[in-house]
T-cell receptor, first 110, second 113 residues
Framework: QKEVEQNSGPLSVPEGAIASLNCTYS??????FFWYRQYSGKSPELIMS????GDKEDGRFTAQLNKASQYVSLLIRDSQPSDSATYLC??????????FGKGNQVVVIP | EPEVTQTPSHQVTQMGQEVILRCVPI?????FYWYRQILGQKVEFLVS????????KSEIFDDQFSVERPDGSNFTLKIRSTKLEDSAMYFC???????????FGPGTRLTVL
């Protein structure tokens, strides 16, 4: 069974702070990794993609990938109340088949 | 910016009835997908579709499910005989070949009574 594990939440952060989200995955063959944001009752929205080891920054978001440790993380800098959502880790488990974790709920406190 | 659209936004049906969920993907996308999310649970892959045929399907996608791209724009998911446990949000997604990114539509909430 191919698993995607995201550490339990919710994660409460004060406005302006850094939110750190972690994800581990079981399929060593995964080459593409995605972070989606999902507001309650809405569909997943792609916010970051990462394909090689190291860091990738896009605005206030930084994704980090370590394939040897089968670990991918997301940092949200200068957290805003609009960042309050569930963040879904989704490795590509082959043939463009995304495997989603249960998600990390982030609550940004003004 | 082009978006994936889905209709209807909410479908209520009786157990045993057939439903067709519709999606209009972004025009330059070549890969199409259906995912579902049961309330409070994770998003689950159902099926991927490329070049007018299924490229991969999950164990959830059994004989009661089918997909079709009847014309150049629509992509449909048919559930032949709905069960109570089919109640979920169904998301259509699309992507191109370049970087495996998938973009989701707003979803159809299916309620089976």
């Amino acid at each position: 069974q191919k698993e995607v594990e995201q550490n339990s939440g919710p994660l409460s952060v004060p406005e302006g702070a850094i939110a750190s989200l972690n994800c581990t995955y079981s399929d060593r063959g995964s080459q593409s990794f995605f972070w989606y944001r999902q507001y309650s009752g809405k569909s997943p929205e792609l916010i970051m993609s990462i394909y090689s080891n190291g860091d990738k920054e896009d605005g206030r978001f930084t994704a980090q990938l370590n394939k040897a440790s089968q670990y991918v993380s997301l940092l949200i800098r200068d957290s805003q109340p609009s960042d309050s959502a569930t963040y879904l880790c989704a490795p590509d488990y082959g043939n463009n088949r995304l495997a989603f974790g249960k998600g990390n709920q982030v609550v940004v406190i003004p | 910016e082009p978006e994936v659209t889905q209709t209807p936004s909410h479908q209520v049906t009786q157990m045993g009835q057939e439903v067709i969920l519709r999606c209009v993907p972004i025009s330059n996308h070549l890969y199409f997908y259906w995912y579902r999310q049961i309330l409070g649970q994770k998003v689950e892959f159902l099926v991927s579709f490329y070049n007018n045929e299924i490229s991969e399907k999950s164990e959830i996608f059994d004989d009661q499910f089918s997909v079709e791209r009847p014309d150049g724009s629509n992509f449909t998911l048919k559930i032949r005989s709905t069960k109570l446990e089919d109640s979920a949000m169904y998301f259509c997604a699309g992507g191109d070949m370049q970087n495996n990114e998938q973009f989701f539509g707003p979803g159809t909430r299916l309620t089976v009574l």
